[in-house]
């Protein structure tokens, strides 16, 4: 006999209805945020914009909840875990709610007057390019229910949903436009969503379900590589000099790590866990003697 479905307000639990720590735990790290902030909020509110700075939460965990959706595909091969798939969707989703609460309160943020919140946006190109990944990531997250899977079909489903490559594009814009000053950490976002983009483009490209670790570590420089480029080339554009001599700054730790040298350590630290669990799976399994 069958086991009956869950409810679909019962995200703690599997399809089957069972108990699963695995979404329990994911549940854990989506609320994290909120904790935080309930942590923090004494700081918060006496901070010089209160609410602005909830704004900037928000969407700075959407975008980081975004990271996670497309880290499962890497990571569920990598681990040799394949139940990360069950928890992609509620990851989805989560980004999804932080991006709406991100929009609701800007809204906020202008009296709740959506003339002048609208006229607000189309004034500024970081605004439009945020609100079209916003209208993107709805079209995802109204389109994520199995019930959608059926009416559209397999195929069009994940055409639709392959959508989510330009939505983080665009969130990364957004990002690093809305940041006024230091962009360390727009640049390192933007390098493991790159490393991200660049798994699945070499995985395509060798017609594998895996990277070995030689082609993980090979992914990791390139996109470390590539990371230190951009930053240069944007550094320069914004203050006039040339990307050489902001290059050249890569090895001044005295002035702190750059993001190239985070993404890098992000991907070694990757190329060991593949090296691991590798060898783990092909480990021989011990005889068992006869008593």
Partial sequence: MAEPLKPSWQIWKDRRGRLSWLRIATLA???????????????????????????HRAGFWALVFLGLTLAVTPFRRIF???????VRRMIGVAAFFYI????ILFIADQSFDLGKAAAEIVKRVYLI????AWLGLFALALTSTDAMVKRL?????RRLHQLIYGI?????????????????VPTFTAGLFGWL???????????????????????GVSVSALTFICEAVGIGFVFNVSP??????????????????????????VVVLETIFARWRRAPAKPVLAQ
């Fill in 29 to 55: 790290i989506l609320l994290a945020p909120c904790a935080k902030l309930i942590i923090d909020w004494s700081a918060v509110y006496y901070s010089a914009r209160p609410l602005n700075e909830v704004i």
């Fill in 80 to 86: 040799r875990y394949g139940s990360l798939i069950d």
């Fill in 100 to 103: 709406a609460a991100h929009l």
């Fill in 129 to 132: 390019i945020g609100a079209i």
């Fill in 153 to 157: 079909g397999g195929m069009r489903w």
């Fill in 168 to 184: 983080a594009l665009l969130a990364l814009i957004h990002y690093f436009q809305q940041t006024k000053a230091d962009v360390t």
């Fill in 197 to 219: 983009l660049g798994y699945r483009l070499v995985a395509w490209q060798l017609g594998r379900s895996e990277l070995s670790p030689l082609w993980l570590l090979v992914l």
């Fill in 244 to 269: 050489l001599r902001v290059l050249e700054t890569a090895f001044d730790f005295d002035a702190g790590i750059r993001p190239g040298w985070q993404v890098l350590a992000a991907s070694l630290c």
